[in-house]
């Protein structure tokens, strides 16, 4: 391999063209002599080349902020399952309407909490901390005209389309947001969660909104006092606060579930979008892409969150392994042409 050669110092990306970093994208075009590369000419190194550190670990972000938010969506689901359960379909005289009902809304609150889980506790697709070393940049056998990115903040490599989230301090594969209701970002190894946890969400508030409105249009009708063994005022109560609850996070779930197909179809994160990095890269058409993210070829699995992905796993004492060598200086650094 030709040796690397330290180009300048880009805090934030290096990229060039747009964000932070003007100043040090001046410094660089000036020191730009035959041999070496101009902005628009470098190839960064594909997010392929560099894996995910911890596909086979357990992952758990330590954010207080993450932690309180998630639990909060746990309570949220188990006042729905005891609203739906205890206030409206135990008291019910309908045995069959209660028995469907109750099966249906307690196996979606289960693939709810289910996604959730595989959501939060799930290597979104982080870069491996510290690689950003000599030798390991040298074991890349990178071709002339690739470009290396380090990232200043956590020292690893960056692979295209990879962006560094401060909540989790790692950089992150196709990041799309660091979303604090799953305490983890939405990455590339766990999109497909993330969208099936707003799916269930979801589906679960358009149900349990649509047996309110059954609950009130029957009891109405009837005697309040035979339709549930709570007080009249207290079933009211709960139910009213339930309806708040499916309504919010109805629209809530759906714009973010809306939002998520998008992004999958279009092969864009929200964090490109929201930079202005479209269109830098080769798109995959949008069905290819929708089977990349839910792990192949369309199956009842894609509505599953116990399927795994199909991302590149690595043992465990992989991971365990420390980079060798020291930290480079540089931000960038680049192979020459020649
Ligand atoms: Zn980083
Ligand atoms: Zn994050």
């Given at each position: 391999?030709k040796?690397?050669?330290?180009r300048?110092?880009?805090?934030?990306h290096g990229?060039?063209?747009?964000?932070r970093?003007?100043?040090?994208?001046a410094?660089?075009?000036?020191?730009s002599?035959?041999?070496?590369l101009q902005a628009?000419?470098r190839?960064?190194?594909?997010k392929d080349?560099i894996?995910s550190?911890?596909?086979?670990?357990?992952w758990f972000?330590?954010?207080a902020c993450?932690?309180?938010?998630?639990v909060?969506?746990w309570?949220?689901?188990?006042y729905?399952?005891?609203?739906v359960?205890?206030?409206?379909?135990?008291p019910?005289k309908n045995?069959?309407?209660?028995?469907?009902?109750?099966?249906?809304?307690?196996?979606l609150?289960?693939l709810a909490l289910?996604s959730?889980?595989?959501?939060?506790?799930?290597?979104?697709?982080?870069?491996?901390?510290?690689?950003?070393?000599?030798?390991?940049?040298?074991?890349?056998?990178?071709?002339?005209?690739?470009?290396?990115?380090k990232?200043p903040?956590?020292c690893?490599?960056?692979?295209d389309?990879a962006?560094?989230?401060?909540?989790?301090?790692?950089?992150?594969?196709?990041m799309?947001?660091?979303?604090?209701?799953v305490n983890?970002?939405?990455?590339?190894?766990?999109?497909?969660y993330?969208?099936?946890?707003?799916m269930y969400?979801?589906?679960?508030?358009?149900?349990?909104?649509?047996?309110?409105?059954f609950?009130?249009?029957?009891?109405?009708?009837d005697?309040?006092?035979?339709?549930?063994s709570f007080s009249?005022p207290?079933?009211?109560?709960?139910?009213?606060?339930?309806?708040?609850?499916?309504?919010?996070?109805?629209i809530?779930?759906?714009?973010?579930f809306?939002?998520?197909?998008?992004s999958?179809c279009?092969?864009?994160?929200?964090i490109?979008?929201?930079?202005?990095?479209?269109?830098?890269w080769?798109?995959?058409p949008c069905?290819?892409a929708?089977q990349?993210?839910?792990?192949?070829?369309?199956?009842l699995?894609w509505c599953?969150?116990?399927s795994?992905?199909?991302?590149?796993r690595?043992?465990?004492?992989?991971?365990?392994?420390?980079?060798?060598?020291e930290?480079?200086?540089?931000?960038?650094?680049e192979i020459p042409l020649?």
């Open positions: 391999m040796s690397p050669v330290h300048c110092r880009d805090p934030e990229r060039g063209e747009h964000g970093g003007d100043h040090g994208r410094e660089c075009r000036q020191e002599r035959a041999g070496y628009e000419q190839i960064p190194i594909s080349i894996t550190s911890s596909a086979s670990a357990m972000i330590r954010d993450g932690i309180v938010c998630a909060i969506t309570m949220l689901v188990l729905a399952e005891f609203v359960v205890f206030v409206m379909l135990l019910s045995l069959t309407y209660s028995l469907i009902n109750g099966v249906v809304f307690n196996s609150a289960f289910a959730h889980f595989r959501a939060m506790c799930t290597d979104p697709g982080a870069v491996p901390k510290g690689n950003a070393t000599k030798e390991y940049i040298e074991s890349l056998q990178l071709k002339p005209g690739q470009v290396v990115y990232c903040k956590c690893s490599i960056k692979p389309r962006h560094h989230c401060s909540v989790c301090k790692r950089c992150i594969r196709k799309d947001h660091h979303c604090p209701w983890n970002c939405v990455g590339e190894n766990n999109q497909k993330f969208v099936l946890f707003t969400i979801a589906l679960i508030s358009l149900h349990s909104l649509t047996m309110v409105v609950h009130f249009l029957y009891c109405f009708e005697d309040w006092t035979k339709c549930s009249p207290a079933t009211v109560i709960l139910l009213i606060l339930l309806c708040f609850e499916a309504l919010l996070f109805l809530f779930t759906s714009v973010m809306g939002t998520q197909v998008h999958i279009t092969d864009e994160t929200g490109e979008r929201l930079k202005g990095e479209t269109g830098k080769d798109k995959v069905w290819e929708m990349a993210a839910c792990g192949g070829p369309f199956s699995s599953s969150p116990f795994g992905l199909r991302c590149e690595r043992p465990l004492e992989a991971l365990e392994e420390v980079p060798q060598g930290i480079i200086e540089e931000d960038i650094i020649y």
